[in-house]
């Protein structure tokens, strides 16, 4: 009696930890980490423990969400403008004696090598929902000048190292929420269309803008050869468009359902760079298909829509705003890493949640998933 009394007493101690945890939400993590660690098993085939590497990091993500979810959004917005002023710091560290590899300096080292790039996909869109918050009721333009000057000192920052995968990150994140926050659609089309006409005048002018000897400004060297690669990888096929060319050919043998688990010939003659981190997705799309592809963009979806419900119920706009913002990057990161290995957007290094291997990224998507979790719990105390 005295054991199941005991027994009763410490569950009653640790359910309000969990307590207001988002089931539905905690479900599609579930089953993005399954796949995953089933993807990692067969990709990673040869790679000595990087299937139980990433098992751990997926734990390590895990037990990061576990903590920062008991973390309410009040103490999370008196974080923000600390951890925004110690990323951009780290970056400005990194800038004058960072560590330099294959030609871009982007790590630090404090008694361990770290990224510091990775701490403004989540300080980014804090530091904004804060101020963002902090004017509410009294908004004006200059409060977006303000904002978009925010955004912009870690991104010329991040994009001088050079690092576009990350600054592409940090920039979404930024601007989903001067986005949520009421910018006028009126800023933000021109701004797209002249994208759009870029791209156009560089598809229309591909051979002369990318022949040989031609400078673009503004971008490096590689950067202006990945959108080359991009345009028409069959240019260096041994060379810079061996990757799209190797994961293209991957995801069309997968047919529609698949050569089954283990049976890549893809992924398992090597032929695919990069299988386990960025070029992952080719591996998975060899052994599952087309039916597996749909299933897995089904599982992002729901992760998406599940985080946009939480943003829409959230109590605060410092709530509403951090929770879209958060959300969105999940969705940012799917569509990039998804779109480069398919051929339909330049090779920038973004890594595929949950199935890509990399330990960095994992700790951030776990900080992310975490915040997501208390801002609906807090919904859910609210309610209650």
Request: glycine share 12%; with cysteine.
């Amino acid at each position: 009696m005295a054991h199941k009394f005991g027994k009763t007493l410490f569950w009653q101690r640790i359910a309000p930890w969990f307590r207001g945890f988002d089931g539905p939400l905690a479900f599609a993590i579930f089953l993005l980490a399954s796949a995953g660690m089933m993807t990692m098993y067969s990709a990673g085939f040869d790679h000595g423990t990087r299937f139980e590497d990433h098992g751990r990091n997926i734990l390590i993500a895990g037990f990061i969400m576990f903590v920062v979810a008991q973390i309410p959004p009040q103490r999370l917005m008196s974080l923000a403008v600390p951890v925004y002023l110690l990323g951009v710091g780290l970056l400005i560290a990194v800038a004058i004696f960072g560590i330099t590899k294959k030609g871009a300096r982007r790590w630090l080292h404090v008694g361990i090598t770290i990224q510091p790039s990775e701490i403004l996909k989540i300080a980014m869109p804090l530091m904004l929902a804060w101020w963002f918050q902090k004017r509410e009721g009294q908004l004006r333009p200059l409060d977006f000048v303000v904002a978009a000057l925010l955004l912009l000192v870690p991104i010329a920052l991040i994009v001088k190292q050079p690092d576009l995968g990350t600054a592409i990150l940090v920039l979404m994140a930024g601007m989903s929420v001067i986005f949520f926050a009421g910018l006028s659609w009126k800023l933000i089309l021109p701004p797209v269309l002249l994208v759009v006409v870029g791209v156009g005048l560089v598809v229309g002018f591909e051979p002369p803008l990318c022949a040989d000897g031609v400078r673009w400004p503004v971008l490096h060297d590689y950067q202006q050869q990945r959108i080359c690669t991009l345009l028409n990888p069959t240019r260096d096929p041994l060379g810079k468009g061996f990757h799209i060319i190797q994961g293209m050919i991957a995801i069309g043998s997968g047919g529609v359902w698949g050569k089954g688990f283990m049976q890549g010939t893809q992924t398992h003659l090597e032929f695919i760079p990069e299988r386990t981190t960025d070029f992952v997705f080719a591996a998975f799309s060899e052994e599952f298909g087309l039916m597996g592809n749909l299933l897995l963009i089904v599982g992002f979806l729901f992760l998406i829509l599940r985080g946009m419900i939480i943003a829409i119920e959230a109590p605060t706009l410092f709530s509403r705003l951090l929770a879209g913002s958060i959300t969105l990057i999940f969705f940012t990161y799917a569509f990039v890493n998804m779109g480069m290995v398919s051929g339909i957007l330049p090779v920038v290094g973004v890594p595929l949640p949950f199935i890509s291997y990399g330990g960095t990224a994992m700790v951030t998507l776990g900080m992310g998933l975490g915040i997501l979790m208390s801002i609906a719990k807090s919904k859910r105390l609210v309610q209650s």
